[in-house]
């Protein structure tokens, strides 16, 4: 690297005078850099004092910037603008090239851009007041009842706002538009923690069992004799998508036809894996434990997997009457996790057991009753087969004749 060079006064005079004839401007201290084939900003505050000496000596110039503004000269600048444009000047229009005061003065001078503006005409635009999250949910929801469209920045104009209002509050138009609850619309903070209830819980632990993510969908899939209590779901979620019926190469070789409802939605999923509801999940898959803090909770949650993937069966005992079984199946973890719930809430044990393609847990018996209770003691979604049966088995009222489970 060779020695820097050192330039007289004379020579970074003429080389500032040698950019604004190949560019047509005076420099600015970053357009004088080595690189860019001129003296460094650094050699000028060496010689002169500061930059603002050396474009004042070369070009007999002062930045506005640098300029010491009264209170008085700064309300005139502003009034100048108003009678030049014939409205409320604004902040973007104050900078170091445009003839008038930068804005920054202002901020210094007055606390604020809009404090200044007060002083000076009396009032603030509307469209520089800032609204609240309340306001702007209001007036983002009455467009949208009466266009039948969620507001583009576009619309701003016509609702009487700026998108300077809604970055202000907001940050974006997206986190606006996720953070309002349109009619008609899905609440994309449907599965958030702090929005969850018993319902969603139980939509939790059907997700678990029978929903699926892939990219940033979510499906959920059932059999046709429990098309109802999907269909229940479907309507609790206020999808704007279809209740569909599946169709496809894996379904022709059974009988029996498959219903299913699907929405993507990215803050769905992002919450969902907060519970460990992942793409491929099947065979990882646990109970979220650590966001259940109730046993209605718990029940939820259980009565939704036992709902995908759960029975309740019977068999027969030399010298008693049939009994019936309770069984959960599915990965390591969803079958040790429901099993401790039974423990700690039913006083039920049951041990994991290792199945040829996945686990279970089974109970028989008169403990079955006590899981009945604990499933079924609030209101919330059911497959009615499921219920009818559990409760006819436990109470002892079951005969195979009027077996409700296949719907007949």
Excluded at 169 to 188: C, K
Excluded at 244 to 256: C, N, P, R
Excluded at 262 to 291: F, H, M, N
Excluded at 392 to 404: A, I, R
């Amino acid at each position: 690297m060779g020695i820097p060079k050192k330039y007289t006064r004379q020579e970074l005079i003429d080389e500032a005078l040698r950019f604004q004839r190949e560019n047509g401007r005076i420099p600015t201290k970053h357009d004088m850099m080595v690189y860019k084939g001129y003296p460094s900003f650094i050699y000028y505050e060496e010689v002169f004092g500061s930059w603002p000496n050396a474009l004042k000596e070369i070009f007999d110039y002062v930045s506005s910037n640098c300029v010491r503004y009264t209170r008085e000269e700064l309300k005139l600048a502003l009034i100048r603008s108003y009678n030049e444009n014939g409205r409320i000047p604004q902040k973007r229009e104050f900078t170091a090239s445009s003839g008038y005061p930068c804005y920054s003065l202002y901020l210094l001078e007055f606390g604020s851009w809009n404090n200044a503006i007060k002083e000076v005409f009396g009032f603030v635009p509307e469209r520089l007041v800032s609204l609240t999250k309340d306001e702007i949910k209001i007036r983002f929801q009455q467009f949208y009842k009466e266009n039948g469209k969620i507001p583009t920045r576009e619309d701003l104009k016509e609702m009487g706002m700026t998108y300077q209002q809604i970055r202000k509050t907001y940050g974006s138009m997206n986190e606006a538009i996720n953070d309002i609850h349109f009619e008609g619309r899905i609440d994309p903070h449907f599965f958030s923690p702090e929005n969850m209830n018993l319902w969603k819980w139980y939509i939790v632990g059907y997700i678990i069992t029978d929903g699926n993510i892939y990219r940033n969908s979510l499906s959920i899939t059932t059999h046709e004799t429990d098309k109802d209590n999907l269909y229940a779901i479907y309507k609790y979620l206020e999808l704007d998508t279809s209740f569909l019926e599946v169709k496809g190469a894996w379904t022709q070789q059974y009988d029996h036809k498959y219903y299913r409802i699907t929405k993507s939605c990215k803050q769905w999923k992002e919450d969902l894996e907060l519970y460990g509801i992942v793409p491929r999940k099947a065979k990882i898959v646990g109970i979220p434990y650590w966001y259940i803090k109730t046993r209605e909770e718990a029940a939820a949650v259980c009565r939704g997997i036992f709902d995908g993937d759960g029975s309740i069966d019977f068999a027969y005992r030399r010298g008693t009457n049939l009994y019936p079984i309770f069984t959960i199946s599915g990965s390591k973890q969803v079958c040790s996790d429901y099993s401790s719930f039974l423990d700690k809430y039913c006083n039920v044990s049951c041990n994991v057991q290792e199945c040829e393609y996945n686990f279970k847990i089974a109970v028989e018996g008169k403990e079955c009753k006590k899981i009945y209770e604990f499933l079924y003691g609030h209101d919330n979604f059911y497959i009615k087969r499921k219920k009818d049966r559990f409760e006819q088995l436990v109470n002892g009222t079951f005969t195979k004749d009027t077996d409700p489970y296949y719907g007949n």
